[in-house]
Nanobody
């Protein structure tokens, strides 16, 4: 069983930065995707950034050039560095791991971009 816990969210002014972390407990093996998703009030959950097991990276167009996804294999942790934040980035952010055995989600963490 895999458990994912996000941290690093909060309130930030427009133009600011935050770094989200997703720490995994339990054994992660045979994974093929790890990613960050977000859900704003009244909107559907959307993929923000994805890293595949082969190291390929994918970003939604709205965050390209501002967000960076990465992972630390030794610490079983995934990160999302978010720079030049905009009010439209306000949402609950979730991390997700896709394994052969199934998909696992974190509980979500709030990111609010406001002056």
């Amino acid at each position: 069983q895999v458990q994912l816990v996000e941290s690093g969210g909060g309130l930030v002014q427009p133009g600011g930065s935050l770094r989200l972390s997703c720490a995994a407990s339990g054994t992660i093996f045979n994974w093929y995707n790890m990613g960050w998703y977000r859900q704003a009030p009244g909107k559907q959950r959307e993929l923000v950034a994805l890293i595949t097991s082969s190291g390929r990276l994918h970003y939604v167009d709205s965050v390209k050039g501002r967000f960076t996804i990465s992972r630390d294999n030794a610490k079983n942790t995934m990160f999302l560095q978010m720079n030049s934040l905009k009010p439209e980035d306000t949402a609950v952010y979730y991390c997700k791991v896709d394994q052969i055995s199934g998909a696992y989600w974190g509980q979500g963490i709030q990111v609010t971009v406001s002056s």
